[in-house]
């Protein structure tokens, strides 16, 4: 069994605000959910359902009752957090479709849209685009009358709002003729959705026989709302300073409040072969705790495995000839202060002692110094000026 979470992990997440839930206070998230709803229930005669549901969900409902194979890579602990063998923090809201399948099974309505929004628990990356604890927003239409791509089709385009917009083919194990939506925004496409048919197979496992049909579509909300609003980092949509946290109650155009400039910390480090942007970003946020809202990006700006490293470059790492040497650009923006030169290294010394999987640990106290800002060079000897 992948190892679970510690119960003070597990409380720490349980702890995170769902910004779609209005029990915890209004939001713009919520107005995307409600604007959602509205134009779909505008399109079809439907009754709407609401389905919340638990934020630790079974096995079974966030894998096997949407169709993943038992070997999926995405099972793995690298991308899902375990409470118990049978159970995880749900890694999306289609976690939330077979509970409210099974709920529509047993008290019938013959043209539903199932409504399941909420927080989810990413293993990703650190940038201004990404998050760990994400919002997502599941819109499954039930039927009994046969559903088309060009019902899918209608739905795309009354949910987007005038925009350009493109389907691009994907599979999922929960739809048929599944795709990925995008829409253009400033000259350029960006991921929104997923989306396909109901597979029927999804609705069976939830007592749907085969005289019922259905749309599936799966919404990014942080996305949604950063495009709405022109909003350029997602950690302002949970920021506590009172001049943004006032922006996020409506859906006008994001006013910037100021313009603080980032630190930077580059930091060259030895880690797994198969390591990922994902998992340095998970790790990071383990390791900083609420700290981690200073964090912009963790960026891999060059990777060279250790076998292909000159011997004196991994003797100073204390890495292993089956590693890989990682340059990693740190930048630390609060969003409400700047951060002093302490502070910074503190939080960069945090950070290297975290993702660092080498026995020589070269920053291993605040005290120490930062890379030399006119050579360039990092711990380890690597040039970190740009070529």
């Known amino acids: 069994m992948p190892e679970p979470l510690t119960p003070a992990q597990l409380a720490h997440a349980l702890a995170v605000r769902d910004l779609t839930d ?34 630790v969900v079974t096995v079974a409902d966030n894998y096997d009752h949407l169709g993943y194979h038992p070997a999926d890579v995405t099972r793995d602990a690298r991308y899902t957090r375990y409470v118990d063998q049978d159970h995880v923090l749900r890694s999306h809201s289609t976690a939330l479709v077979p509970a409210a399948l099974r709920r529509l099974a047993g008290n019938p309505a013959d043209d539903v849209l199932l ?27 039930i039927t009994r009358r046969p559903t088309t791509r060009g019902d899918l089709e209608d739905m795309v385009a ?83 300073e009172p001049a943004v946290a006032a922006q996020m109650t409506d859906l006008a155009p994001y006013r910037p409040v100021s313009a603080l400039p980032p630190v930077r910390r580059d930091l060259s480090i030895a880690v797994a072969a198969d390591d990922r942007a ?25 990777e060279t495995p250790c076998a292909d490293l000159p011997a004196p470059a991994v003797e100073r790492l204390g890495a ?47 005290g120490l110094q930062a890379p030399d800002r006119e050579s360039g060079e990092a711990p380890g000897g690597r040039d970190t000026r740009r070529r």
Request: aromatic content about 6%; some cysteine.
């Open 320 to 366: 292993r000839r089956d590693q890989k040497n990682l340059l990693v650009r740190l930048v630390l923006r609060p969003l409400d202060r700047t951060l002093s030169d302490h502070e910074a290294n503190v939080l960069r010394d945090r950070t290297y002692a975290a993702l660092h999987q080498g026995t020589a640990r070269q920053w291993a106290s605040s």
């Open 22 to 55: 209005p029990a915890g206070g209004p939001h713009a998230v919520q107005l995307v959910v409600e604007q959602a709803v509205d134009a779909l229930a505008r399109l079809w005669p439907t009754t709407v359902r609401w389905w919340r549901g638990e934020r």
């Open 115 to 141: 409504v399941c929004p909420g927080l989810v628990y990413r293993r990703d990356s650190i940038d201004r685009l990404h998050s760990g604890t994400p919002h997502q927003l599941d819109l499954w239409r």
């Open 158 to 240: 009354a949910l987007v709002r005038g925009r350009r917009w493109r389907l691009d083919p994907r599979r999922h194990p929960y739809t048929v003729d599944g795709a990925q939506l995008d829409v253009e925004h400033d000259g350029r496409w960006v991921e929104v959705a997923e989306c396909g048919l109901a597979h029927p197979a999804v609705l069976k496992r939830a007592g749907l026989d085969e005289t019922w049909s259905g749309l599936a579509l799966g919404l990014g909300l942080d996305r949604m709302l950063m495009l709405r609003k022109g909003i350029p980092d997602i950690r302002l949509l949970r920021s506590a």
């Open 278 to 302: 994902e998992d340095l970003g998970d790790r990071v946020r383990e390791a900083l705790g609420d700290d981690a809202d200073v964090v912009e990006s963790v960026e891999i700006r060059q």
